[in-house]
């Protein structure tokens, strides 16, 4: 059975770093990409980064380009995410995700998610 | 970026009926859409990909159709577990963009 476990969230100072972990089990882990896509209190899905199966292609949403950085561990089965100069806009629900590519691509798991609080 | 945009926004059904959902894409995606079901406080669901494909294990009275720019999710005889919210997605180019939304409510 897939499962994606995150942790790390957490309240943080505008301004301020976090990290998040995901670790996944189930699938393996090393053949597939993987993307982190949070939501905001209330409102919809925002897809913020993803990375190739051996980390060579990454990519990031907009609002997040040069703040974020995605990172795979393959021996670990983890993916994170390192948060940087965070703003009270990046508050929301992170959520760790398969990003299964064939011939199409989607997100066919997703963790529980993690909440990250940025306030002062 | 490519933009999607759901539509309605929020829909009132009862048990049984049949309902459908649009999502419209800024430009040409193909067939290269997703959709999602989501329920209060749980993660989102993987429903349908390449606009039609049904992932396993989910009933088949949810179905979509569309190519190109306009796609639709249809529920049929719908069931108290189907009241959730429902998210189109692109996965023709990145950044891969979600529509904003559609929330299904019980008449």
């Known amino acids: 059975e897939v499962e994606l476990v995150e942790s790390g969230g957490g309240l943080v100072q505008p301004g301020g770093s976090l990290s998040l972990s995901c670790a996944a089990s189930?699938?393996?882990?090393?053949?597939?990409?993987m993307s982190w896509v949070r939501q905001a209190p209330g409102k919809g899905l925002e897809w913020v980064a993803n990375?190739?199966?051996?980390?060579?292609?990454?990519h990031y949403g907009d609002s997040v380009k040069g703040r974020f950085t995605i990172s795979r561990d393959n021996a670990k089965k983890s993916v994170y995410l390192q948060m940087n100069s965070l703003r009270a806009e990046d508050t929301a629900v992170y959520y760790c995700?398969?990003?299964?590519?064939?011939?199409?691509?989607?997100?066919?798991?997703w963790g529980h998610g993690i909440l990250v609080t940025v306030s002062s | 970026d490519i933009q999607m945009t759901q539509s309605p926004s929020s829909l009132s059904a009862s048990i049984g009926d049949r309902v459908t959902i649009t999502c419209r894409a800024s430009?040409?995606?193909?067939?290269?859409l997703n959709w999602y079901q989501q329920k209060p406080g749980k993660a989102p669901k993987f429903l349908i990909y390449?606009?039609?494909s049904l992932q396993s294990g989910v009933p088949s009275r949810f179905s979509g159709s569309g190519s190109g720019t306009d796609f639709t999710l249809t529920i049929s005889n719908l069931q108290p577990e189907d009241f959730a919210t429902y998210f189109c997605?692109?996965?023709?180019?990145?950044?891969?963009?979600f529509g904003q939304g559609t929330k299904l409510e019980i008449k």
């Open positions: 995700a398969k990003d299964t590519y064939s011939g199409t691509s989607f997100f066919d798991y």
């Open positions: 390449s606009a039609s």
């Open positions: 990375i190739k199966e051996d980390g060579s292609e990454i």
């Open positions: 430009q040409s995606i193909g067939m290269y």
């Open positions: 189930g699938f393996s882990f090393s053949t597939y990409w």
């Open positions: 997605q692109q996965s023709y180019s990145v950044p891969k963009t």
